[in-house]
């Protein structure tokens, strides 16, 4: 099967064994996008456990055994496509411990799965990963009810669940067009790939025809050109004498030939001259290609600055507002002293104050709290060395991400969205305990 140009980032989220390997696997096998040899192998080891067919979470959890051992890598990728579109999936632990894993999977998805047990319904966890892909602004959601032929009253069942799930997400910010809720059952196949006649009460789309056809959207509102430099190409050959490039890739927006922009944070203005690729020059690139553009006058810029359209170039910021979600065991102190990373820039940093916490089960804000613990998310004041040039994160995703770094053993600390990401969610203040 060819791929289709058209990809879609997903990502998989829910509690300990309400059946993500199995729908995962379930989703590789019902789309062909596993060999035959490793259908196989798993049709052998069903056998050989007693089962009647063949259990597809086997598919995926060899690696995720790994994976929660801590011996390989802590969000695994699996890569499946349909005639309509090519897909990345982020597959994340369920654990409680590894909310910092889900993070990072669900950072750069367009889409999650959230899978619930039919038997047990909206659960803490269900809570907690809902209102982190809130926070990182994930435009689509979908609530898979997993395990529908195990419970009796299933159209009951559903809709109670349906209800409870759409309150949360109301209460979180999301729109009623950004959430679908779907009854499947992972371990035979009901309203994966195929409509299932179990399921009478249940008139939507399958999973799969949901993933299909639900819009690619990349940002919740479109910005300029925002083009980090990586390098600065200067060959000094005979062939090429005076040749300059800055190289990198585009993080936002789009470039062509002739559009004026700006060099941050100096604020030098220019013109793009010429837009180079390995594979020769293009008049105009998007968001996530790497190229090398050209420049119309010979500015001062480095690895570190970024090229912005003119027309919206962001003021550099040294002082502002995160929120962070802290992936460290050492917790997160007012006045620590780190280092932050956003897009090819890394600086010194300080972290002013500690804001709030957020409650993610009763949908609260903690004032003022002394730490951030691992797992935790927060708001907190930084102060930079020097200024990076970033959107607000609720405006662009990508030029408003940073990572905050332990400047002795280069440890990452903490994911940060700059900005007040917490504000969207409609959160009531609660009281230090």
Request: aromatic residues 4%.
């Amino acid at each position: 099967m060819k791929h289709h140009p058209d990809l879609l980032r997903i990502a998989t989220a829910g509690s300990v064994d309400d059946g993500k390997s199995t729908l995962v696997g379930r989703l590789l096998y019902d789309t062909k996008s596993v060999l035959a040899d490793q259908i196989d192998a798993v049709v052998r080891a069903s056998v050989d456990r007693g089962l009647d067919g063949p259990d597809l979470s086997l598919l995926v959890d060899g690696l995720r055994a790994e994976r929660e051992q801590g011996i390989t890598i802590d969000v695994a990728y699996r890569y499946f496509a349909t005639p309509q579109r090519s897909f990345v999936l982020a597959d994340t632990p369920g654990h409680v411990q590894y909310t910092r894993n889900t993070v990072s999977g669900a950072s750069t998805a367009q889409l999650v799965i959230l899978l619930v047990d039919a038997r047990n319904g909206v659960v803490s966890q269900t809570r907690r990963h809902a209102a982190v892909m809130a926070l990182l602004g994930v435009p689509q959601l979908v609530l898979a009810v997993n395990k529908i032929d195990l419970v009796d009253n299933p159209a009951e069942v559903f809709a109670q669940i349906s209800q409870e799930f759409g309150e949360l997400t109301r209460s979180l910010g999301w729109a009623d067009d950004q959430v679908i809720e779907i009854p499947v059952s992972a371990l035979h196949g009901d309203n994966v790939a195929i409509k299932s006649d179990r399921t009478p009460y249940y008139d939507g789309p399958t999973l799969i025809e949901h993933l299909e056809t639900v819009p690619n959207v990349t940002d919740r509102r479109q910005v300029g050109l925002r083009f980090p430099v990586q390098y600065v190409i200067r060959p000094r050959t005979a062939e090429y004498p005076d040749y300059r490039g800055y190289a990198g890739q585009i993080a936002a927006g789009r470039v062509s030939v002739g559009d004026e922009v700006v060099i941050l944070p100096s604020g030098t203005r220019t013109t793009i001259s010429q837009i180079d690729t390995p594979d020769g020059q293009l008049a105009t690139a998007h968001t996530g290609r790497s190229v090398t553009l050209l420049l119309a006058d010979d500015v001062d810029a480095s690895r570190g600055d970024v090229i912005a359209s003119a027309a919206d170039a962001p003021e550099p910021i040294q002082q502002f507002t995160a929120t962070v979600c802290w992936l460290a065991e050492k917790p997160l102190r007012p006045g620590a002293r780190l280092l932050l990373k956003h897009g090819t820039r890394t600086t010194q940093a300080i972290v002013g104050g500690l804001d709030a916490l957020f409650d993610e089960q009763n949908l609260t804000l903690v004032d003022a709290p002394n730490t951030v613990e691992l797992n935790q998310i927060g708001r907190i004041s930084v102060q930079t060395a020097e200024p990076i040039v970033a959107d607000d994160y609720q405006v662009n995703r990508e030029s408003g991400s940073f990572l905050l770094i332990d400047p002795q053993g280069g440890n990452t600390l903490a994911a940060g969205l700059v900005g007040d990401a917490l504000s969207p969610l409609h959160l009531q203040e609660a009281e230090l305990v």
